[in-house]
C-alpha cells in the first residue's frame, strides 16, 4: 500500500511541476507553429540576404546613372563652348539636342548649322588645300573659317525667320531642279551616285546634307531679292534707261557694282552654254537674240541684266549688268548695333589670311 501511495505522489508532483512551467515552453500545436515560424524566419536571412536592401540597390543605380548622364553632359557642354569640338560625334549629338550656338533677334542658331558649315570647309581645306591647322597659318585660316561659318549660320537663320514671317518657302522641287542641274553640267558630267561621292570627298556632307545647304542657299536668294528694295528700283531704272536707247555699256560704267565690269562694260567675254551657271545668266541669254536685252533677274549675290551679244552651237558671248543686295548685310549690321545679336561662342573677328 506504501509503495502504491509513493507511486501516486510520485506523479502527482511531476504534474504539478508540468503545470508550474511557463507556457511558453509548453509544447502545444500552437507553439509548435511559432516555433517553425522563428526557424524560418532566420533561414530567410541567408537564403535572400538581398531582399530586405534592394530598394537601397535601386536607388543607388538610379542616382549613379544620374550622375554618369550628368557628367556626360557636363563635359560634352564643355567641349562644345570653351574647347569648341568640331567633330563629327558632336555635329552628329547637337542635331539631336538643340544646344545654341548664338541668337540673332530673338532666335536661337543651332549649334549643328554652325558645325556644318565649319567643317565643310575645314575638310576642304584639309584635304584639297593641304592646310595644317596646327601651323600659325593653319591656326588663322581655323579662325577666319569660325567667322565665316558663324556668321553664315546665323544669318541663315536669321533668313528663316524673316521667311516665316513673310511666307516664302523653298519647295523640294525647286532644291531638287537646283541638284539636277547642278549633277547635268557638263563641268561634272557625271551620274548622281557620283555626284553623291564627289559632295562626300570634297566636303564631307551626306546628300541630305547637300541638299539642306541647297535650300539655304535658295531661300537667302528669295529674301535678299524681297528685303533689297532699294537695289531692285536701282536696276529696273537702269533698264528703263536701255531699254530708252542708252548704251548697254555706258550704263554698265555708271551704276555696275562690279569693278571689273566697269572697266570693260560688263563684257564676260564667249563661253560655253553649259558653263557653271548659278545666277542663270547664260539659261536667259539662251533664249534670246543677239542685241536683246533681258528683264532683271534676280540671282544669288545680286539683280542682273544681261545683253546677248552672240550665240553659236556651243558658246555664248553676253554682257552683264550687275547690282549687289545690300539690304540683308545692312540690317545684319544694324542688329549686332543694336545688340541683337548674341554669340555663345568666342570667335574672333578675323581677316581672310590670304589677305594678310
Do not use: C
Not at 501511495?5 to 504534474?15: D, F, N, S, V
Not at 569693278?259 to 558653263?275: E, I, L, R, V
Request: charge should be positive; aromatic fraction near 8%; glycine fraction near 6%.
Amino acid at each position: 500500500m506504501k509503495k502504491l501511495l509513493k507511486k501516486i505522489h510520485k506523479r502527482t508532483k511531476k504534474a504539478s511541476i508540468v503545470a508550474e512551467q511557463p507556457s511558453s515552453l509548453r509544447i502545444t500545436n500552437e507553439t509548435v507553429a511559432a516555433h517553425r515560424e522563428r526557424i524560418l524566419a532566420g533561414g530567410r536571412k541567408f537564403k535572400y540576404p538581398l531582399q530586405t536592401p534592394k530598394h537601397r540597390i535601386v536607388l543607388v543605380t538610379v542616382l549613379l546613372v544620374i550622375l554618369t548622364v550628368v557628367t556626360f553632359f557636363g563635359v560634352f557642354t564643355w567641349g562644345l563652348y570653351v574647347g569648341q569640338n568640331t567633330s563629327q560625334f558632336t555635329q552628329r549629338l547637337t542635331q539631336v539636342l538643340p544646344y545654341p550656338v548664338a541668337s540673332v533677334d530673338g532666335q536661337q542658331v543651332r549649334f549643328s548649322d554652325y558645325l556644318l558649315e565649319l567643317r565643310s570647309a575645314l575638310h576642304y581645306l584639309s584635304t584639297k588645300e593641304n592646310v595644317n591647322f596646327n601651323s600659325e597659318d593653319g591656326k588663322r585660316q581655323l579662325e577666319y573659317q569660325k567667322r565665316l561659318a558663324l556668321n553664315k549660320a546665323t544669318e541663315n537663320t536669321y533668313v528663316s525667320k524673316i521667311a516665316k514671317e513673310q511666307g516664302i518657302k523653298v519647295s523640294d522641287n525647286e532644291v531638287n531642279d537646283f541638284v539636277a542641274q547642278e549633277i547635268n553640267s557638263n563641268q561634272l558630267g557625271v551620274t548622281e551616285q557620283v555626284f553623291k561621292q564627289v559632295i562626300q570627298d570634297y566636303y564631307d556632307w551626306s546628300f541630305d546634307e547637300y541638299k539642306t545647304s541647297v535650300q539655304h542657299q535658295l531661300l537667302r536668294k528669295k529674301i535678299m531679292a524681297k528685303l533689297d528694295v532699294e537695289g531692285r528700283k536701282r536696276a529696273e531704272d537702269a533698264l528703263a534707261a536701255i531699254l530708252g536707247g542708252k548704251d548697254f555699256t555706258e550704263e554698265v560704267k555708271a551704276v555696275s557694282d562690279d569693278p571689273t565690269a566697269k572697266a570693260n562694260g560688263g563684257d564676260m567675254g564667249t563661253t560655253t552654254k553649259n558653263a557653271d551657271d548659278p545666277n542663270s545668266l547664260i539659261a536667259t541669254a539662251k533664249s534670246m537674240k543677239p542685241g536683246a536685252i533681258s528683264g532683271v533677274i534676280e540671282g544669288t549675290d545680286g539683280f542682273y541684266i544681261v545683253k546677248l551679244i552672240d550665240a553659236k552651237d556651243n558658246t555664248i558671248h553676253i554682257a552683264k549688268l550687275f547690282i549687289a543686295y545690300t539690304a540683308l548685310e545692312k540690317q545684319f549690321a544694324q542688329l549686332k548695333k543694336d545688340g541683337k545679336v548674341q554669340e555663345y561662342i568666342k570667335v574672333a573677328e578675323s581677316v581672310n589670311p590670304s589677305n594678310q
